[in-house]
């Protein structure tokens, strides 16, 4: 019998856009399993907890594990990737590459990454052209001056969005 071919998509996932949805469904096509590793990353001072970043991820892929016949596992990490990879068993890593600016910092993780774990492959994905430009910072800069963001992420992520960021609001008057 073949082995499960496992992916692992790690991210911040702060919050999940369409440009990950996308990458999410491109990398079904190409594994048996996918583990959508969450990261923790406390240095870029998250909008949304971990626990809440992992829920939202859960209930958007719902549908496209269900579409695709492929199990989706979501799980917070809090280590170094390639220890986390070989956790869940996965052979490839999924990545995202969106414009030239991603390039260089992709490149060299993956390169050390090799140097890592050299059974575990880094895959580079494109989104569709329209999600391409999307990034969860911009879009959480978009929503702070009220601007319209159901463009990006999935309505129920642009709502959870509106009342985070008017919570923290009314938490800091004159800050935001
Ligand atoms: P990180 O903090 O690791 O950059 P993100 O949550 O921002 O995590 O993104 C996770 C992965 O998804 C990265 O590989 C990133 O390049 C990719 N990604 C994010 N947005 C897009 C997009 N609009 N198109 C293609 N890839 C994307």
Redesign the pocket.
Known sequence: MALERIGL??????PI?Y??L??IRRGLKLVDRLVIGV?T?PS?DPLFSLDERVKMVEVETRDLSEDHNVQITVLPFDELLMNFAAKVGASIII????AVS?FEY?FQMAGMNVYLNPDVETVFL??DAK??????RLVKEIARYDGRIDSFIPPRIANAVRAQIAHGKAKKPGKN
């Open positions: 998509y790690p991210g911040t996932f702060d856009t440009g990950h996308d990458i990261a990353n870029k990545r995202g590459l969106r991603d992709e494109m989104a999600y391409q430009p999307i990034a969860s």
